[in-house]
Every structure is written in C-alpha cells, then in structure tokens.
C-alpha cells in the first residue's frame, strides 16, 4: 500500500502564495490523491482530487479559486494564493489503494500551516 | 445539502464495545456508488481510516482493525453503525463519520464525536 509524507509543517505570509507537498511512496506514481483543510476545532473538509496532473473531478463545496493542484512524479501539490487568517490549519492528503480485501485509504501525516 | 453527524458515548471503559452511530442527508445509501465510512484522529495525531460500506452492502476494513470492527447500514433510516470490540486507551480519539462516492474522493465530513477510553 502507498506511504504519503507530507512536511510537519509550513508558514506563509498573509497575501503570499504557498505550495504543500505530499509525497507518495515508490511505485505509486499514478496514485490519486485527496486534499483536505482542517481549520483548528473542526472536522476536515474535502478541497480536491489530484491525479498526476491537474485536478480529477471537482473541488469540493465552496472551495475558492485560490487552492489549486498539481501532479507531478510522486509528488501531489496543494497551492493557496493570495493567502487568508481562515486558511490557517492542518492539510492532510489521502488516497486509496487496492480492491476488494486488499483494499486500503491511507493518510498522510499532516502539515500544518501556520498564516503569519 | 449533505450533512452527516456522530452519535454515541463519549466515554468507554477498556475492554468494552464501542458503538457510533452516523445519521445522514442530503443522500441515500440507496444510490448506486455511494459509500458510508468512517475514519478517526487521536489527539495531535494523523487521520486513520477504520471501514467503508457501500450502496451494494460491500464492506471493507483497516487491515490492521478488521478483527475489531463491523459496519452495519440502515438505508430507510440513513444511518450507518459501527462498532470497535475490545477498546483501549489508545483507541482515544475523535470519530468522523464520511461519504465517499463512485469509488472516488472522500467528500463529506461529519463534525466528529471524541471518544474517551478509560476506566
């Protein structure tokens, strides 16, 4: 099954433009993956799906043009322009693997993002 | 608008059974590719995903907690349950109830219900 790494964490400056990374383990290169924003005390939320290159699907509900993604290699990206204070929070990716027993959602770390 | 919400104790004592309750809207367990589950954080830690049931009845499990659990769906009353056999202080953690549709994205969060273990 798929290992995601994502940094612990990472800060960016109200206005600025910050890019988080989610790292897939070796030999799943054409895994899709989930970004979801968990503001402090609350449930997370689903922003987008992320293939090996732009968006799979849609963003989730309400989410603003300022989040966008990229695929590339192992690597998933999450991008917030323009940043906002309601940004601040912990990102987390996800992905599925595998089918019937086999089958597994794994989830990355987190990387907290702090908006200074 | 879709909406999911946890139910249950907020506090078990070690060994006992755990049982959530996740009533929904907004959608049916009825319709073809839509998946009910339920993934869980302990404090300051990752998210770890525990099972999924489908529109079909297909149900599928953490490996690593599949002894453990069972998942159950009620589609007249929108509703999933899921139990954890055997708790433990490290089972502390707060229960999300989620949607996942067509196979794809996890796109729907409950708010979550904390769950304590301790006798």
């Known amino acids: 099954q798929p290992v995601l790494t994502q940094p612990p964490s990472a800060s960016a400056s109200l206005g600025a433009s910050v890019t988080l990374t989610c790292t897939l383990s070796s030999g799943y290169s054409n895994s899709k993956v989930d970004w979801f924003q968990q503001r402090p005390r609350m449930g997370p939320r689903f922003l987008m799906r992320?293939?090996?290159?732009?968006?799979?699907?849609s963003k989730g509900e309400g989410i603003p043009d300022r989040f966008s993604v990229l695929g590339s290699g192992l690597n998933r990206y999450l991008t917030i322009n323009n940043i906002q204070e309601e940004d601040e929070g912990d990102y987390h990716c996800?992905?599925?693997?595998?089918?019937?027993?086999?089958?597994?959602?794994?989830f990355g770390g987190g990387t907290k993002l702090t908006v200074l | 608008q879709i909406t999911l919400k946890e139910s249950g104790p907020t506090l078990v004592k070690p060994t006992q059974t755990l049982t959530l309750t996740c009533t929904f809207s907004g959608f049916s367990l009825s319709t073809s590719g839509v998946g009910v589950g339920w993934v869980r954080q302990p404090p300051g830690k990752a998210l770890e995903w525990l099972a999924f049931i489908y529109w079909d009845d297909d149900e599928r499990y953490s490996p690593s907690l599949r002894s453990r659990l069972t998942i159950t769906k009620d589609t007249p009353k929108n509703q999933v349950v899921l139990t954890m056999t055997n708790m433990d202080p490290v089972d502390m953690a707060t229960y999300y109830c989620?949607?996942?549709?067509?196979?794809?994205?996890?796109?729907?969060w409950g708010q979550g219900t904390l769950v304590t273990v301790s006798s």
């Open positions: 989620v949607r996942r549709l067509n196979w794809g994205s996890i796109d729907y």
């Open positions: 996800g992905a599925d693997h595998g089918t019937g027993i086999n089958f597994v959602w794994v």
């Open positions: 992320v293939g090996t290159g732009d968006i799979v699907g």
